[in-house]
């Protein structure tokens, strides 16, 4: 059995009541981790860079073993784009490449850009006409139980690429399970972490980060997440919310 462990942090009022968002976390742990895991989302949800968390949320809940997939991680590039406006016009290209029509990737650039804090969420979006297709004005729709399934391969598979920070690490399981969703083409996210101007393009082929799509000291991030025409949204929901998903570490451990 694995249990899923949630974590959700506002400040000044709950998430529901137009709290702040600070923090979030999701992990798929043995009954042994619980534990230690609740710990540490607590202990993160009191540090975080983002201010202090007066309300927090943790969620325990049992899975079952056979309800569980298996995806793979998605290979990364890094694209070294000197400035912002150089890294998301480099990420609108990516976007095109993914099949998101040109309307449909600058509406989700400019999503995120209007956002007037950050969500806790991600925001859903037609990937042919850039129109909003989730009704979670504030909250957006939280991808969630997923976990990598070899932690010790993962971290050797990361340290390789010179990877070494946790938003990297979470960004890349969140992504291998997005690009496992049927009905989703792409994702675009810049980090809500003032001090972290990283930011990604994944497809369902490639995960390309861009070290700066946001200026130092920026509070605001989200995700977007590109929709296929006529795609089912509730079971894509479902899916993302709601469905175990294990990543695995490509084969051999390279990163192609
Ligand atoms: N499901 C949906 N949306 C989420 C989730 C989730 N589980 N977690 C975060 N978000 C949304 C939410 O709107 C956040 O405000 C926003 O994404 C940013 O979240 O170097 O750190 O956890 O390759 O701050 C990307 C670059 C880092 C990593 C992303 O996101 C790299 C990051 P953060
Ligand atoms: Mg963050």
Avoid at 91 to 98: C, D, E, S
Avoid at 194 to 215: D, M, N, Q, W
């Amino acid at each position: 059995m694995l249990y899923s462990v949630r974590m959700r942090a506002a400040a000044d009022a709950t998430h529901e009541n137009g709290g702040r968002h600070i923090s979030g976390a999701e992990r798929l742990v043995s009954f042994d981790e619980i534990t230690p895991t609740a710990a540490a989302m607590l202990a993160r949800a009191f540090t975080h860079s983002r201010g202090q968390a007066d309300f927090i949320n943790i969620n325990i809940e049992a899975i079952h073993q056979q309800a569980i997939i298996k995806v793979p991680l998605l290979p990364v590039i890094t694209e070294n784009k000197p400035t912002v406006s150089t890294g998301r016009a480099a990420a609108l290209t990516a976007l095109r490449k993914a099949g998101i029509t040109p309307r449909a990737a600058k509406r989700g650039m400019a999503e995120l850009l209007a956002l007037p804090d950050s969500m806790r969420g991600a925001i859903l979006l037609c990937a042919e006409t850039g129109v909003r297709l989730d009704s979670n004005a504030q909250r957006g729709i939280r991808v969630s139980r997923m976990d990598i399934a070899d932690e010790t391969g993962f971290i050797h598979w990361l340290t390789k690429q010179g990877f070494t920070n946790i938003h990297v690490r979470e960004a890349l399981v969140l992504a291998a399970k997005v690009a496992s969703c049927p009905g989703i083409l792409a994702e675009l996210c810049w980090s809500d972490d003032p001090e972290y101007t990283a930011g990604y393009v994944a497809s369902k082929t490639v995960y390309i980060r861009f070290p700066h799509l946001k200026s130092v000291g920026d509070p605001i991030g989200g995700r977007i997440l590109f929709v296929e025409p006529n795609s089912d949204i509730e079971k894509l929901i479902s899916y993302l919310e709601s469905k175990p998903v294990l990543v695995t570490v490509p084969s051999g451990g390279e990163n192609y």
